[in-house]
């Protein structure tokens, strides 16, 4: 097993288990001195994706959702994260909710831009998993009040969201 951080659309359990099957919930989890930014710059779409940013500052820190996934299944979530293009794996000590400190690996952007709005369909996805595991209010706040754009692909936007019908397996763009 792999302990495994996720911060952005991958925090959505059901988006999680359609790219990599065997990821079970852990328990929430904290990284200190990072700040979630919709600022990496996608390989795939060209819009917004999450990032766990080092910042060094104390007061920052990115809420998420500790998994453990089978190690032969890192490849597919490596393949999801575009690593080595779009984002590089990094590994982090996180803490759980009831204090544990445990090490996982993260994936963190190596395409920053700025000035990129994330598809509405993008935040569902990182708002649907912070709200299905809790996270707190104010965070839940800050992620919701992020400006985002409409896709005019509406194919993709209904692919996207349909792993939240159950009918469906869901898709494999990139989002951790």
């Given at each position: 097993?792999?302990?495994?951080?996720?911060?952005?659309?991958?925090?959505?359990?059901?988006?999680?288990?359609?790219?990599?099957?065997?990821?079970?919930?852990?328990?929430?989890?904290?990284?200190?001195?990072?700040?979630?930014?919709?600022?990496?710059?996608?390989?795939?779409?060209?819009?917004?994706?999450?990032n766990?940013?080092?910042?060094?500052?104390?007061?920052?820190?990115?809420?998420?959702?500790?998994?453990?996934?089978?190690?032969?299944?890192?490849?597919?979530?490596?393949?999801?994260?575009?690593?080595?293009?779009?984002?590089?794996?990094?590994?982090?000590?996180?803490?759980?909710?009831?204090?544990?400190?445990?090490?996982?690996?993260?994936?963190?952007?190596?395409?920053?831009?700025?000035d990129?709005?994330?598809?509405?369909?993008?935040?569902q996805?990182?708002?649907?998993?912070?709200?299905?595991?809790?996270?707190?209010?104010?965070?839940?706040?800050?992620?919701?009040?992020?400006?985002?754009?409409?896709?005019?692909?509406?194919?993709?936007?209904?692919?996207?969201?349909?792993v939240?019908?159950?009918?469906?397996?869901?898709?494999?763009?990139?989002?951790?």
């Amino acid at each position: 097993m792999l302990y495994y951080f996720s911060y952005g659309s991958n925090m959505s359990t059901r988006r999680l288990r359609a790219r990599t099957p065997s990821a079970r919930k852990v328990n929430n989890a904290s990284l200190f001195q990072h700040q979630l930014l919709f600022h990496h710059a996608s390989e795939i779409d060209g819009t917004a994706k999450c990032n766990a940013l080092y910042t060094g500052n104390p007061v920052h820190v990115v809420h998420g959702v500790l998994f453990a996934i089978d190690k032969h299944e890192k490849p597919v979530l490596d393949k999801c994260e575009s690593l080595g293009i779009g984002y590089e794996e990094k590994f982090v000590s996180v803490e759980t909710i009831d204090g544990n400190i445990i090490e996982a690996l993260t994936y963190t952007s190596l395409r920053v831009k700025e000035d990129l709005k994330p598809f509405s369909w993008y935040k569902q996805h990182v708002l649907r998993g912070a709200i299905e595991h809790g996270l707190p209010e104010e965070y839940l706040v800050s992620i919701d009040t992020v400006d985002s754009i409409f896709d005019s692909n509406q194919t993709r936007h209904e692919q996207e969201l349909a792993v939240y019908d159950s009918s469906t397996t869901g898709s494999t763009s990139s989002g951790h």
